[in-house]
């Protein structure tokens, strides 16, 4: 699987017909994969697309409010991670990929565990592929299936907002977790942005064989 990097949406070329979930065929506007920088040290993974991700097809879009994460573009914008001037729909990223745990989208309920299993052959090829520094688990479910997939930290000692905004020792990776933006308080978010500028600074880049960006 090569990547395309002239296309920062997914440039990986996964399915965008996959009915591996026929409940979620009947509800979604369009299979939404990864979004960003293929060669990135930040990988961001949320649970599943936003209502706005859903019709733009891009990973985390929306205004804000009760079902858009517009606080994580802002946030990105801040770190020097997001050109500020790109499209709402068309994100400017450098350094970072977004993605998440479900790729199709039912309005009325979250993923199943079924569903989030069949979506996991995709994860697993972005995480492989990108092979990022720091995984960014957005929300409690992520956290979990990637604490457990990722980390040798026992699943019942990862929860947030207890671990939002620390470092946690992974294989081969760190996770940073963040609370969903839009549920973020704005000192839980300055404590998030204050704690990701800290690890950006720092010589966050393991010696696990990559590649030169």
């Known amino acids: 699987m090569d990547a395309n990097q002239q296309s920062r949406a997914n440039p990986f070329g996964m399915d965008e017909e996959c009915q591996n979930c026929p409940a979620l065929c009947e509800t979604r506007t369009q299979v939404v994969h990864g979004y960003g920088d293929v060669g990135a040290d930040f990988l961001f993974v949320g649970e599943r697309p936003t209502a706005r991700a859903d019709e733009a097809g891009v990973p985390f879009a929306g205004a804000g409010g009760s079902d858009g994460d517009g606080g994580l573009r802002r946030m990105l914008e801040r770190l020097g991670l997001c050109d500020v001037t790109s499209p709402a729909d ?12 479900t790729r199709c989208r039912d ?3 979250r993923p199943t565990d079924e569903e989030v299993g069949n979506c996991e052959p995709y994860l697993n090829a972005e995480i492989r592929m990108i092979n990022p520094e720091i ?9 979990a299936e990637l604490g457990v997939e990722y980390t040798t930290t026992p699943a019942d000692e990862l929860s947030l907002p ?22 973020q308080s704005a000192d839980q978010s300055q404590a998030w942005l204050e704690a990701f500028a800290t690890l950006m600074a720092s010589d966050y ?3 696990k064989g990559r590649r030169e960006r």
């Open 162 to 183: 207890d671990d939002h905004a620390t470092r946690i020792r992974g294989r081969g990776f760190e996770l940073v977790p963040m609370i969903d933006p839009h549920e």
């Open 107 to 109: 309005p009325e309920r």
């Open 205 to 207: 880049r393991q010696t």
């Open 90 to 101: 068309e994100p400017a990223l450098e350094n970072v990929y977004l993605t998440n745990l």
């Open 135 to 143: 995984l960014v688990p957005v929300g409690e479910r992520a956290l």
